[in-house]
């Protein structure tokens, strides 16, 4: 059975480190031995099966700076990853026929000094996801940007996450128009999505309410989140006094991320402003179960970020039965059906306003969606088709 070695930046939480675990977590469940190596890996800050051995990790160069006095980060960021694949490929003593790297492409080189196949997954082009302010800023990316594209295009294959990714990455990297990723959508196990939820907390959800709404995003400007106030509030406008309506902010939240705090206090105003402060919750950090309970006991799940590169949050809301309504961009356009598991509407309060009514006017909506939705996961996007796709990925590398 072929072994495979997943190279990553940094083991630490986030949507990225997610997507390679579940990766290697799907290889392993066919048979492939798998092993991490990584430049950092802290385990007060990691996820479960990276520290209870379900996946071994090997930690190298964490030595090596992170940034020079706060700058050069992305510089930092590549020569420890070009130096954990020096380790990986002359040093060390782990055998692999395959390596999955991510996130940073200039290891590659070095990988190709090995003899093993390289598989490099794109979570979207580094280079569109920083900004270029100052003059300086942009003679330090130039070099950097260059050594992207072309190390980019030196691994054996390149898988994206979304078809949206695969047309960004055509359009960003246009030295690469022979190579055409692979799509292979991050599918996470919903097996604990199954795990019964608890029953309704009524300091979330308040008793006697017809409606309710649910936004699931981390407090980050870029999603988009004071759409969801906005449409709400629109919609609370138009509807007779004694319909109970009520909208719940979820978000992921860092007390360390300055963003996260400041964005918060700003959608709070943005509530009081529009006057339904009293029917909003804003809900920071929650638990797995928490997460169930709401997507269990929501009505419908607003998802408000442009242009989303993939976006986890509405598949698990459509596997667990909430159908979506999200703005009509980005990743969003390959899970969500309109009208028939959700609704894809402009980035307008209005727009958004429309298709929430529509819940509120017919209360079998949820139910014929949410069973739609259901539907269309276990058809498009279970755990079950990601792993057999990886799975051949890998053989056909090999072969
Ligand atoms: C993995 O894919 C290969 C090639 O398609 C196939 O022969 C093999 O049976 C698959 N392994 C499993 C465990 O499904
Ligand atoms: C969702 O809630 C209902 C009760 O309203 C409960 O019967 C069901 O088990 C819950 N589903 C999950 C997956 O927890």
């Given at each position: 059975?072929?072994?495979?070695?997943?190279?990553?930046?940094?083991?630490?939480?986030?949507?990225?480190?997610?997507?390679?675990?579940?990766?290697?977590?799907?290889?392993?469940?066919?048979?492939?031995?798998?092993?991490?190596?990584?430049?950092?890996?802290?385990?007060?800050?990691?996820?479960?099966?990276?520290?209870?051995?379900?996946?071994?990790?090997?930690?190298?160069?964490?030595?090596?700076?992170?940034?020079?006095?706060?700058?050069?980060?992305?510089?930092?960021?590549?020569?420890?990853?070009?130096?954990?694949?020096?380790?990986?490929?002359?040093?060390?003593?782990?055998?692999?026929?395959?390596?999955?790297?991510?996130?940073?492409?200039?290891?590659?080189?070095?990988?190709?000094?090995?003899?093993?196949?390289?598989?490099?997954?794109?979570?979207f082009p580094d280079m569109l996801l920083t900004a270029?302010?100052?003059?300086?800023?942009?003679?330090?990316?130039?070099?950097?940007d260059?050594?992207e594209?072309?190390?980019?295009?030196?691994?054996?294959?390149?898988?994206?996450?979304?078809?949206?990714t695969?047309?960004i990455f055509?359009e960003t990297?246009?030295?690469?128009?022979?190579?055409?990723?692979?799509?292979?959508?991050?599918?996470?196990?919903?097996?604990?999505?199954?795990?019964?939820?608890?029953?309704?907390?009524?300091?979330?959800?308040?008793?006697?309410?017809?409606?309710?709404?649910?936004?699931?995003?981390?407090?980050?400007?870029?999603?988009?989140?004071?759409?969801?106030?906005?449409?709400?509030?629109?919609?609370?406008?138009?509807?007779?006094?004694?319909?109970?309506?009520?909208?719940?902010?979820?978000?992921?939240?860092?007390?360390?991320?300055?963003?996260?705090?400041?964005?918060?206090?700003?959608?709070?105003?943005?509530?009081?402003?529009?006057?339904?402060?009293?029917?909003?919750?804003?809900?920071?950090?929650?638990?797995?179960?928490?997460?169930?309970?709401?997507?269990?006991?929501?009505?419908?799940?607003?998802?408000?970020?442009?242009?989303?590169h993939?976006?986890?949050?509405?598949?698990?809301?459509?596997?667990?039965?909430?159908?979506?309504?999200?703005?009509?961009?980005?990743?969003?356009?390959?899970?969500?059906?309109?009208?028939?598991?959700?609704?894809?509407?402009?980035?307008?309060?209005?727009?958004?306003?429309?298709?929430?009514?529509?819940?509120?006017?017919?209360?079998?909506?949820?139910?014929?969606?949410?069973?739609?939705?259901?539907?269309?996961?276990?058809?498009?996007?279970?755990?079950?088709?990601?792993?057999?796709?990886?799975?051949?990925?890998?053989?056909?590398?090999?072969?």
């Amino acid at each position: 059975m072929p072994e495979v070695v997943f190279l990553h930046p940094d083991l630490g939480i986030g949507g990225a480190e997610r997507a390679v675990i579940d990766a290697a977590l799907a290889l392993k469940s066919k048979g492939h031995s798998v092993h991490f190596v990584t430049a950092h890996h802290d385990k007060s800050h990691c996820f479960q099966e990276t520290k209870d051995g379900t996946l071994t990790v090997t930690s190298v160069g964490d030595w090596l700076p992170r940034h020079i006095f706060g700058h050069a980060h992305a510089l930092c960021a590549y020569i420890r990853m070009i130096y954990a694949a020096i380790f990986l490929v002359f040093f060390s003593s782990l055998k692999f026929d395959v390596v999955f790297c991510d996130q940073i492409s200039a290891c590659i080189p070095v990988l190709r000094w090995s003899r093993a196949k390289i598989l490099f997954y794109c979570h979207f082009p580094d280079m569109l996801l920083t900004a270029r302010h100052t003059f300086l800023k942009k003679i330090y990316r130039a070099p950097i940007d260059w050594l992207e594209e072309k190390t980019t295009g030196m691994a054996d294959c390149i898988l994206v996450n979304s078809q949206f990714t695969a047309k960004i990455f055509k359009e960003t990297f246009r030295s690469l128009h022979d190579v055409s990723p692979t799509v292979l959508y991050p599918i996470p196990d919903f097996s604990s999505f199954n795990l019964p939820s608890d029953p309704i907390d009524v300091d979330l959800i308040p008793t006697g309410t017809s409606t309710v709404f649910l936004s699931i995003n981390r407090y980050e400007r870029k999603k988009n989140l004071g759409l969801a106030i906005s449409a709400f509030a629109k919609l609370k406008k138009q509807l007779p006094v004694s319909k109970k309506i009520h909208l719940i902010m979820a978000g992921g939240y860092d007390d360390r991320v300055l963003e996260n705090k400041e964005h918060y206090l700003e959608l709070n105003r943005l509530a009081q402003q529009l006057d339904v402060k009293e029917s909003v919750t804003f809900l920071r950090s929650f638990t797995d179960s928490q997460k169930r309970m709401l997507l269990n006991h929501s009505t419908c799940l607003l998802y408000t970020p442009d242009r989303e590169h993939f976006g986890i949050v509405p598949i698990e809301a459509m596997y667990m039965k909430c159908p979506v309504i999200a703005v009509k961009s980005g990743g969003p356009l390959e899970t969500v059906v309109d009208g028939d598991t959700g609704y894809l509407c402009e980035q307008e309060p209005d727009s958004f306003a429309e298709a929430m009514k529509k819940f509120v006017d017919d209360v079998s909506l949820k139910d014929r969606l949410g069973k739609a939705g259901r539907k269309r996961v276990e058809e498009k996007f279970s755990f079950n088709a990601f792993t057999k796709q990886l799975n051949e990925t890998v053989h056909n590398l090999l072969r």
